[in-house]
């Protein structure tokens, strides 16, 4: 099953590969591409963004076990 989201291309409706997708911490709001958030939460549970203390993956970690 393919997923992604469209381009935006208004003459060729083409899909997004889900890495280009663009995902968000639900706690500090903070983001970016999915593929790139997830190279990043390999090795870390902080935030990306600098001086931002949220520990995004921690709180995925808990949500996702109810």
Do not use: I
Not at 12 to 21: G, I, P, R, V, Y
Request: hydrophobic fraction near 30%; glycine fraction near 8%; include cysteine.
């Amino acid at each position: 099953m393919h997923m992604g989201t469209t381009t935006g291309e208004s003459d060729n409706l083409k899909s997004a590969e889900f890495d280009n997708w663009f995902t968000w911490c639900q706690t500090c709001r903070h983001g970016g591409h999915a593929g790139h958030m997830t190279q990043w939460f390999e090795e870390h549970q902080e935030c990306p963004v600098t001086a931002c203390t949220c520990r995004c993956f921690a709180v995925d970690a808990v949500a996702s076990k109810y």
